[in-house]
């Protein structure tokens, strides 16, 4: 099991910026994929992107190509999530998940975290 804490979400008006992050305790953090997903009021989780740490591959819904990065730092066992040009439809609670079966995963959540996008 891997304990996930997010943390970095705030309000921010339209074309602003934030960066999430996900830290992660467990021993698999260097084997195991680390997903992002959100969830806006009244509706579904959906996936945001995710990266392998096995093999670098990272993975972005069209929505948020070009504007969110992700990237991890093995060494704090941390995976971040840079949004740029934030739009208010990308205002949502934020989560990360992993698991070491490949992107997308879902075996441990974090608590989520809200981001707001004024406009």
């Known amino acids: 099991e891997v304990q996930l804490v997010e943390s970095g979400g705030g309000l921010v008006q339209a074309g602003g910026s934030l960066r999430l992050s996900c830290a992660a305790s467990g021993s698999t953090f260097e084997s195991s994929a680390i997903g992002w997903y959100r969830q806006a009021p009244g509706k579904a989780r959906e996936p945001v992107s995710c990266i392998s740490n096995s093999d670098g591959h990272t993975y972005y819904v069209d929505s948020v190509k070009g504007r969110f990065t992700i990237s991890s730092d093995n060494a704090k066992s941390t995976v971040y999530l840079q949004m740029n040009s934030l739009n208010p439809e990308d205002t949502a609670v934020y989560y990360c998940?992993?698991?070491?079966?490949?992107?997308?995963?879902?075996?441990?959540w974090g608590q989520g975290t809200q981001v707001t996008v004024s406009s």
């Open positions: 998940a992993a698991g070491s079966w490949g992107c997308y995963p879902t075996d441990d």
